[in-house]
C-alpha cells in the first residue's frame, strides 16, 4: 500500500490486513513503555487544513509509538486561500524531509491530489464530505473486537447528516466491505440524493430500525451548519433522531452504540446513553491510536523489525516480531 | 494592404453552399472568386476548407484586472490560431465592462489584436443583479451583447427590466448566464459521480429553472434572450419547445459540454472544473442533438483563462473554468463532424453564420462573396494534432484537453485581409 486515499483502496483483505495488525499494535499500546522502534529515522508530517486536534493528537501518538518523527503543519483555510496553492505548500513540507504526510482538509479530494504533488506516502485524514478512512478502519475493528472477525450480515445503522459526512461514507464502504448491512437514517435533507457510491439502504424513520440493529453510529449534529436548511432545530432533531434514553431502551441488549467524537450530549445522544454498558465510544478513542499504527507501518515500515521494548508478538504477515 | 493575396485551391464553405474556388483579396475585402486567380502572395488552401472566419461569443479574457492569465493580445491572438476572427469578450472584469470607460478600454487595445474584439456590456452595476447598468451608454459605443456572465441575473423583476429596456436599443440581445445559485452551490453536476466524489453538486434544475423562466419572460416582452453555455438535456428541450412557439430564444454550448463528461471529475483535478458543470453523458448527447437541429445556434467556447497556481488547489477551492479557443474548431470536427453527428457545414454554421448572426456582426460569418470584408479561415479537416496544453498562445495552460489527439486545424486566419496566421503560425 502506497497511500491511503480511500477505503476503496483496500478491499477487504486489506482491512483484515490491518486490522490484525493493529490487534498486536493495540497490546503495545498497553504495555508499560508503548513504544516500538518500527519506524525509527522515518518522519510523518500532520498537514492540517481545518481543526482536528482529536485526529491529529491519535495519528502525532501512533507516529510516535512506532518511535517516528512527526511534525505538525496546521493552517485555517482562510489565510491559504490568501496565499500559497496547495501544491507549494506541501511540497515545501516535502524539501523538510518527511516520509509520510497525513492530510486533513475541507475539501474533497486534497489528499489525491497532494498525491500527485510529493513523493512521500499520503494518508488521508478526512478530506471535505469525501472520505476518512482511519476513522471507518478503527470504527470496524472496534466491531469486530466485540462480535468477532466476521461482519458478515451485520446490521448496522448510521444516524445523522450522512450527506455531508465523509465519516459515513468510509464507515459504509468498510461495513460493506466486510458484508454488514449498513442502513442510513436521517431526515431526507440528510441523506444523500443518491444512493450512488453509497453501498447501503437509507430510511428517515429510525424507531422503524432500531430493535433490530447489531450497531448503532450517531453522527455528530454540525450546529454552525444549522443555518443551512437542513433541519428545523436542535430540539427536533433531538425528538426524530437523537438516540434518547427511551430509545436506547428498545435496543437490543448487545447493540453497539458508536460514535465517532466528539458528540454533543443531549443533542444526537443522550449523555447517560454515551456513558451506558452498550456504549463503546471510549474504546473507539484507544483503538484509533492502534489503527493509525497500523497505517503508518503498512505505509512505512520495511517489514523486518528489531525486538521492541517489553515483550513480543507476531504481527500481520507473522514474519515480523515486535 | 493593397498586395494581392490569393488563397489558392481551396473548397469555399458558407451559407450560400459549397464550390471548389480561389479567393483574391485586395484593400481587405474579397475582390475576385474563380478558378486560376494570381495574386502577390499565395496562400496555400489545398486539401483544405476556405471559411468565413469563425465567431466566438463567449470568452474571458481577463484584462484588465486578471492580466496574470490572459491579455487582450494574448486571448486575441489564441483566438485567431484557433480560426477566429472576431470574439466577445465577458464583463467579468476587475473593473467590470459595466460602464462606457471600461468598455472603451478593452475596445482600443482589442483594436490592434490579431482578431476583431467585441465587448459585452453588463446588464447590472458591478454584475450584482440589481441596479442596470449604462446599456445605452455602452451600445452607443458598439455593445450588442449585454450579460452579468459569470453571474446569472437571479431576479425575475431586473431580468425584465433589462428586457424591456433594451428595446430601445435596436439589435442588442440580453444573454443570459442561466443558473440558480441557491440551487447551484456545489462544484459539480449533481448525480452519480458528485455523490461517489462527496463534492457538492450543482443540479441541472438549477439551470433549467432559469431557462424556463427566461423563455417565459421573453415570451412575456417579446425581446430577444441568449442562452450562455447551455449544458443540460432539459434545457435544450425548454429552448427547443420555446422557439417552437416563436419565442425569440438563441443558445450557445460549449465545446467542452460536447465532449467531456462528469466522470472526469474523479481525478479531483479542477481542470474538469467549470460552470455550468461537465454533466452525464446524457446530456452530451442531447447537446450534439440541439446542435444537430439548431435548437443551438452557436458553439461558443467559454474561454477562461486561469493561472496555474489557481488550479493547484482542491476542486471545490479552485475557480471555475478552462481555455477553449484554440481547441473549440478541433472538437467540433473531432466530436461533431466526423462521427456524423452534423455536416461540416452545419458545423460551421455553429461556429460562425450562427454566432455571428446573433451579435450582429456584419463584417464576420460570411458569406464569401466580391465586396464582402476578407475575414476568412483556411481549415485543414483530416489533420491530426495533438494538444499540447504548454504550446497555446494563451498566457494560461488550463486546458482539459493536454495529450488529446484531436483531427482538423487552422491553416491560415485572414482578418480584414490581413493574413494574421499562416500555416499554424501566428504572424505578428
Redesign the interface.
Known sequence: MRHLLSIDDLGRAGIDEVCDLAESFLQVTQREIPKVPALRGKTVASVFYEDSTRTRLSFETAAKRLSADTMTFSVSTSSVKKGESLRDTVQTIEAMGVDAMVVRHPSAGAPHRVSMWVDAAVVNAGDGRHEHPTQALLDVFTIRRHRGRELDGARVAIVGDVRRSRVARSGAKALAALGAHVTLVGPPTMLPESLDGWPATSVCDLDAVLGDLDVIYLLRIQHERRDAMHFPSLREYTTRYGLTIERAARLAPDTLVMHPGPMNRGVEIAPEVAEGPASVITEQVANGVAIRMAVLYSILGSGTLMSGAGGSGSLGTGAVVV | MSDLLVIKGGRVVDATGTRDADVLVEGGHVTKIGTGLRGDRVLDASGAIVAPGLVDLHVHLREPGGEEAETIESGARAAALGGFTAIVAMPNTEPPQDDPAVVSSVLAKGATSLCDVHVAGAITIGRAGEALAPMGEMYALGVRIFTDDGACVASAGVMRAALEYSRSLPGAVIAQHAEDETLATGHMN????????????R?AAAEELIVARDCLLAELTGTPVHFLHLSTAGSIDLVRGAKARGVRVTAEAAPHHFTLTDAACQ???PLFKVNPPLRTAADVAAVKAGLADGTIDAIATDHAPHPT??K??????APPGMLGVETALALAMTELVEPGVMALEEALARLSWGPAAIAGLTDHGGPIAVGAVANLCVIDPSLEWTVDATKLASRATNTPYDGRRLTGRVRHTILRGEAVVTDGEARR
Open positions: 449533481e448525480g452519480e459521480w458528485s455523490s461517489r466524489l462527496g463534492i457538492p453538486g443540479p481525478s479531483f483535478d497556481e489557481a493547484e488547489r482542491t476542486f471545490e477551492e
